[in-house]
């Protein structure tokens, strides 16, 4: 095939292997496919993460390493900076949580208290002979209920 799909958006940025938006000017890590359908599922994957982008196919040619070309007025004028290449080494580089992200001193799902155990109610007693009249009477020639048609509960 001469030619595969790759996704843009309406900030010319494009979708990486990664699923994140880069600048498009290292085409090795660009998303791509071959077919038109699966860049179109991709496309719309991409957008129920992020509804506000406005999403785009771009056919674009190989070059002789397979890569796609990405045409000079697809790229934005200034690239962006890399965030994964600038904080992959150095851990000290990382970013740091914000002290509202930060663990409280005493977590209580982490050291749960035992429940105070509690006596259960009492049964109350019913006696039989209280409520007379309450329960239906079973005649041995009865038909039944489902032959009545009378509705069950």
Partial sequence: MS??????????????????????????????????????????????????????????ELDPKRQPLVPEDALSETPLESQASDTAGDPD???????????????????PQPAPEVEPDPQPEVNPDQYPGDTPEIEPDQPPESALGIPQS
């Fill in 3 to 60: 030619h595969v799909y790759v996704l843009t958006n309406q900030h010319q940025q494009f979708l990486s292997k990664s699923n994140e938006w880069i600048d498009g000017r290292e085409n090795s890590k660009l998303f791509r496919s071959e077919f038109k359908d699966v860049a179109i599922n991709q496309m719309f994957e991409a957008n129920t993460r992020d509804v506000t982008l406005r999403i785009e196919l771009l056919e674009c």
């Fill in 93 to 111: 580089e990382l970013p740091q949580p914000s002290p509202s992200e930060t663990p409280p001193e005493h977590n209580p799902e982490a050291d």
